[in-house]
């Protein structure tokens, strides 16, 4: 951990802030991060997001719950059995999604963000393709984050890899800073969903390409492991049924919604859709 560097700010991905947000901070993996104001600020510190809402709202608990989990959950996560029956899947799922969507554009540098990227495990294998430009990997709990940038700053992309610290509900990201955007296995952590999906839909820019993948919960063994195992080991969480996914989808302005199962064991919904 002495090779990470807490840093102010992230280079948001290299555009200035929207709208007076405040930054997520990065936690850095690479070299100096530009602030807000285009300066860079080394040795600057990691600052808490908790002031954002109401203290004591119910969605701060709802957040907080999940930050504590992972922040406790962190030193593990890459170890648990839970990678091959989930993380991994998405990961493919993800990958598969990417050279789809590459397929259909005329070849150029794209910019990814992983939207709860916890330890950062797909973008680390995303930024093998030197057309990424820039993979910026957000999260709320503070300690994946640091197993992400432990990740990245041994890879000789480290220079395009970013750890941000912030919240998927209120992005520090200008609108259309993104062309491709992933979410896995977080959204149902997500106290406002449709606010998330809005949040997705304004920093990608037209023509972009999200892909959202979370536990399915239509049939009986999803409904059993999501709604049932998952709610009692996590209880602050929500998984969507697949038709609201997609109204809220339609609803965030995302167009040609497709959504497939993946999976036996642990199913999972794959969202893709069009910004
Ligand atoms: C199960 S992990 C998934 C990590 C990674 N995407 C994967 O598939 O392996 C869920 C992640 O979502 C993050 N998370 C939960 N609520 C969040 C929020 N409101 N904003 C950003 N990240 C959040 C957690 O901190 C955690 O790292």
Known sequence: MSRTRKQSASRQAGRPQPRGAPAGDAVGAGPPRESQDGRESPGGRVRSLDKRAAPGAPSDRFKEAARSQFDDWAVWYDRTIL????????????????????????????????????????????????AAESLVGLDFSREMLRGAA???????????LFAVNG??????????????????????????????????????????????????????????????????????????????????????GFASVTQRKLNVLAPLLVNVAAA
């Open 167 to 252: 919240d998927a509900e209120r992005l520090p990201f200008v609108d259309g800073a993104f062309d491709f955007l992933t979410c896995c296995n977080s959204f149902h952590h997500y106290p406002h969903q449709q606010r998330a999906l809005c949040e997705f839909r304004r920093v990608l820019r037209p023509g972009g390409r999200l892909v959202l993948i979370d536990g399915f919960r239509d049939n009986l063994l999803g409904y059993v492991i999501f709604e049932i195992g998952v709610k009692l080991a996590e209880r602050h969480i929500r998984h969507a049924r697949a038709a609201e996914l997609r109204a809220m989808l339609r609803n965030a």
């Open 83 to 130: 990678n091959e029956l989930v993380f991994f899947p998405s990961i493919r799922a993800c990958q598969e999604e990417l050279a789809r969507w590459k397929l259909g554009r005329t070849p150029a540098p794209y910019r990814v963000l992983d939207v709860g990227c916890g330890t950062g495990s797909l973008l680390a294998l995303l930024s093998r393709d030197p």
């Open 150 to 160: 432990g990740k990245f700053a041994l890879l000789p992309a480290s220079e395009r």
